[in-house]
Structures are given as structure tokens and as C-alpha cells.
């Protein structure tokens, strides 16, 4: 019985009990994890996927984490530029043992479904589950330190205000306006009217007439 499954972008063929190197998983050394990613199964007669198997797992454990072989990268420009670059690269792996092939009841199983480079889910809920848990921490946390004292109880609330006073009576009305101003004293009655204007003086009398003409000159 043999199955192929799909991780890190790449297809593998399996059976139970091969050890196999894969794209890094996040999960630690002697964890199990779940491949629900299954696109052939051959039992007792082949069924495949479209694109996938529903339902359908493979079960491995892993043995180590570690890092592939050394790939070296030289790159060299054109003539008359002399330049060279070498790189190396090593791919972080994971290593797993296939311990089952399941044809149903994959999310039953309980065991958490492989997560390429991005942590694993804890609950499993089928393939479709999307759902990505954190890390487990290193280190177990602390025990909570003691038992806070318990709160004391709050003080009854201070006694009733007194109630307010009453308003005084508004003051005294006020006093009545002053008597009414005295009527304003009638107009005097306008000025006897003025007299008429006395005649003006007839003009004076005509000039004298002029002097008698001058006498006429004698002849010498």
C-alpha cells in the first residue's frame, strides 16, 4: 500500500516505514504529525484525488531537523569587468518516518496536520482547516505567585447628606415706581406778531438841473 502526498510545493511517494526528507516543518523532534494532502492511494484498489482525497492522511514522525548539502553559487560578469561572486546555501530539512496510511477518517484522528514553515495546528478539523496554533512554549511557565489577599471590604457609604435648606422667600416686592412726572407747563403763546414794516422814505428830490451852458467865447 503506497500513497502520494504534497508538501513544501512537492510530491512524494510513501509507504509505512519510509524515512523521507521534506521542506522544514515546525514541529520538534519525536512529534507526530499529519499529511491531509493526499492526492493517490493504492490499497486494495486505487483511488485519486480530484485534485484531492477526502478524508484521507498520512501519519510521520519526526526524527530530526537539519540542513541539506552546501550548493554553491559562482557567479562571474562578462570580460573586462573581473568580477566574481561565489555564494553557498544550505536548504533547512525535516526528517520523517511514515508510520500510517489512512483512505478515511483523517479528521478524526486527532493529530495535528503539518504546517509548511508556519507552525501546525493542534485540533484537527479536516483539510480545510485553516486554522494555525502557535509554538509550544520552551520553558513551562512559572507557577502563579501567591494568592492575592482578598480585597478589603469597602467602607459603608457615608451617612446621608442633609437635606438642603429651604429657599428663602424672594424679597420684598419692589417699591412702586415713582409718581407720575408732572405734565410738561404748556407752550408760551408765540410773540405778538411784529409790527409792519414802516414805509420806506419817497426818493430824494430830482437833481438841479445843470448849470447853464458856458458862455460862448468872443473872437479877439
Do not use: C, W
Amino acid at each position: 500500500m503506497f500513497a502520494v502526498l504534497k508538501t513544501g510545493g512537492k510530491q512524494y511517494k510513501v509507504t509505512s516505514g519510509d524515512v523521507i526528507k521534506v521542506e522544514k516543518l515546525a514541529a520538534n523532534q519525536g512529534e507526530t504529525v499529519q499529511f491531509n494532502d493526499i492526492l493517490l492511494i493504492q490499497g486494495k484498489k486505487i483511488s485519486v484525488g480530484s485534485p484531492l482525497i477526502m478524508d484521507a492522511a498520512v501519519q510521520a514522525e519526526v526524527v530530526a531537523q537539519i540542513r541539506g548539502e552546501k550548493v554553491i553559487n559562482f557567479v562571474k560578469r562578462r570580460r573586462k569587468h573581473s568580477s566574481q561572486r561565489t555564494k553557498g546555501h544550505r536548504q533547512y530539512l525535516t526528517v520523517l518516518r511514515v508510520t500510517n496510511i489512512l483512505e478515511s477518517g483523517a479528521a478524526k484522528s486527532g493529530i495535528a496536520s503539518a504546517q509548511h514553515g508556519a507552525g501546525f495546528v493542534t485540533t484537527v478539523s479536516g483539510r480545510d482547516n485553516k486554522a494555525v496554533a502557535k509554538k509550544p512554549s520552551a520553558v513551562a511557565k512559572k507557577p502563579a505567585a501567591v494568592a492575592k489577599k482578598p480585597a478589603a471590604a469597602k467602607k459603608p457609604a457615608a451617612v446621608a447628606k442633609k437635606p438642603a435648606a429651604a429657599k428663602k422667600p424672594a424679597a420684598v416686592a419692589k417699591k412702586p415706581a415713582a409718581v407720575a412726572k408732572k405734565p410738561a407747563a404748556a407752550k408760551k403763546p408765540a410773540a405778538v406778531a411784529k409790527k409792519p414794516a414802516a414805509a420806506k422814505k419817497p426818493a430824494a428830490v430830482a437833481k438841479k438841473p445843470a448849470a447853464a451852458a458856458k458862455k460862448p467865447t468872443t473872437a479877439k
